[in-house]
Antibody, heavy 122, light 108 residues
Framework: EVQLVQSGAEVKKPGESLKISCKGSGYSFTSYWIGWVRQMPGKGLEWMGIIYPGDSDTRYSPSFQGHVTISADKSLSTAYLQWSSLKASDTAMYYC???????????????WGQGTMVTVSS | EIVLTQSPGTLSLSPGERATLSCRASQSVSSSYLAWYQQKPGQAPRLLIYGASSRATGIPDRFSGSGSGTDFTLTISSLEPEDFAVYYCQQYIRSPQTFGQGTKVEIK
């Protein structure tokens, strides 16, 4: 079964760093892009960026460029989303997702992780 | 960036009724780069439609998508109780990919 399994919920203080993970299984991890999507409490979906684990080619939304870092470790079949200094406004659910295999980095997402809730509060 | 505007914000319908959801793009996304998702509370989004009109694997045929250019529609032919949820459109013709703000389909 193809699946993405994300790391558990996090509670952090402003200014702290954080790295959350998304582990792929049931498919060739290095052959598919992995995207990240933010959903703030009670709000809609926002595309953050995407990485190709095969060569670590990474694209960011201008809204998130410089605020987060997307990476991947192909030996662990795991993608990551990290912050160096969290803000209260980073409080959200974060989803990783795998696009369909037709359009490279630009395609609809048919496989989703269960989400990681990040809460940033003093 | 391409802005997607969904309407209405909320749709109040009864089971068995037809639901028609709209997604309008600020510039053309062709007929091949528009998707629809369903999201229920506490769950990840689920892909329903890609390429504007192709149903994803396992999606019932009561869900259909249509449109091209800047105007797209998701139709649920006869609402089942499990269809009451929030629906999002997404364009992926150009980076950054963007989502609409969502339409909530609620029980009347």
């Amino acid at each position: 079964e193809v699946q993405l399994v994300q790391s558990g919920a996090e509670v952090k203080k402003p200014g702290e760093s954080l790295k959350i993970s998304c582990k792929g299984s049931g498919y060739s991890f290095t052959s598919y892009w992995i995207g990240w999507v933010r959903q703030m409490p009670g709000k809609g979906l926002e595309w953050m960026g995407i990485i190709y684990p095969g060569d670590s080619d990474t694209r960011y939304s201008p809204s998130f460029q410089g605020h987060v870092t997307i990476s991947a470790d192909k030996s662990l079949s795991t993608a990551y989303l990290q912050w160096s200094s969290l803000k209260a406004s980073d409080t959200a659910m974060y989803y990783c997702a795998r696009p369909l295999p037709f359009g490279g980095d630009l395609d609809a997402y048919d496989i989703w992780g269960q989400g990681t809730m990040v809460t940033v509060s003093s | 960036e391409i802005v997607l505007t969904q309407s209405p914000g909320t749709l109040s319908l009864s089971p068995g009724e037809r639901a028609t959801l709209s997604c309008r793009a600020s510039q053309s996304v062709s007929s091949s780069y528009l998707a629809w998702y369903q999201q229920k509370p506490g769950q990840a989004p689920r892909l329903l439609i890609y390429g504007a009109s192709s149903r994803a694997t396992g999606i019932p045929d009561r869900f259909s998508g249509s449109g091209s250019g800047t105007d797209f529609t998701l139709t649920i032919s006869s609402l089942e109780p499990e269809d009451f949820a929030v629906y999002y459109c997404q364009q992926y013709i150009r980076s950054p990919q963007t989502f609409g703000q969502g339409t909530k389909v609620e029980i009347k």
